[in-house]
């Protein structure tokens, strides 16, 4: 199967199990605002999960739950990030944000249950051994929490009052928590729940995490808001440094690049197994949203 047809198979996949689950818990206003925000979306943070461990033998019944976890995690942020008090968005996925279809409490409490079912899903005994969900636990709250994304965020926040725009390092450091820490996660899910070494995904995500935001700043600048579904250029509005402020449109593209060729050098190990997760690489910086 190509790239794009594993990656909108996993998404369907992961769609329908989301509902299946949110489904479930009942028809109020929280959890309507939910499953809106769980909806849509590339879900490549999931397809990272279920390829990984495809790519190392793990079953696809045993990676849906985790994958569907990331997912969740995934909108929790958006939903909060979209907030009046973060980036002030009204428009997600080409949709009203979820502050605007309902209300800011109903937003902050469907993030809160998102992130708090990212939890649920990925204890799921289908999942395999205690020790294996633990692990997985223990690093998906790491990679969220105040050493990973929401650190990234809270860095984001600062640099929008900072006496001078951020350096380059700066920047690199801020994203590899607030986007790449939850890639990160993704890439390496299928080692953990394989039992086998992390380093090769490690290296892989660090890279391919970095890449995705990097065409996130360069979209921000080139793309087209009907296509990205959201509103571009409030970074540069803001007077936010970014890697196209700071390296320029051609440098960000082949640091983007460079970036892409390290991903798929880090993948050696696994020969042809890993074509799909070269191709996310290359996808990473080819999107239009």
Request: glycine share 8%; charged share 20%; proline share 3%.
């Amino acid at each position: 199967m190509s790239f794009s047809a594993q990656l909108a198979a996993d998404a369907a996949a992961i769609g329908d199990y989301l509902d299946r689950v949110l489904q479930a818990k009942g028809d109020v206003p929280v959890t309507a605002a939910m499953r809106y925000a769980s909806a849509g979306g590339k879900r490549l943070r999931g397809f990272l999960v279920l390829e990984s461990a495809r790519m190392l033998g793990v079953d696809q019944a045993a990676a849906m739950p985790a994958a569907a976890a990331i997912e969740a995690l995934h909108a929790y942020s958006l939903v909060h990030d979209d907030l009046p008090a973060m980036d002030n968005d009204d428009l997600r996925r080409g949709l009203p944000t979820v502050h605007i279809k309902w209300d800011e409490a109903t937003a902050i409490l469907a993030g809160d249950a998102l992130q708090t079912l990212a939890f649920e899903l990925v204890c799921a005994p289908e999942i395999g051994p205690a020790e294996v969900r633990i692990d997985l636990v223990r690093s998906l709250a790491i990679a969220a929490g105040a050493e990973g994304m929401v650190l990234g965020q809270a860095l984001d926040i600062a640099a929008e009052t900072a006496a001078a725009p951020l350096t380059l390092d700066e920047i690199t450091a801020l994203q590899a928590g607030k986007t790449g820490a939850l890639i990160e996660w993704s890439a390496m899910a299928g080692a953990r729940m394989a039992g086998q070494d992390l380093a090769p995904l490690r290296a892989y995500a660090a890279a391919l995490g970095l890449a995705f935001q990097i065409a996130d700043d360069i979209l921000d600048v080139t793309g087209d808001e009907a296509t990205a579904g959201k509103r571009l250029q409030k970074d540069a509005g803001a007077g936010k440094a970014t890697f196209v402020s700071l390296l320029g449109l051609d440098g960000a593209r082949a640091r983007a690049r460079d970036l892409v060729s390290r991903a798929e050098a880090a993948l050696a190990p696994y020969g042809a197994r890993a074509n799909l997760l070269i191709d996310a690489a290359r996808f990473t910086i080819s999107r239009e949203n």
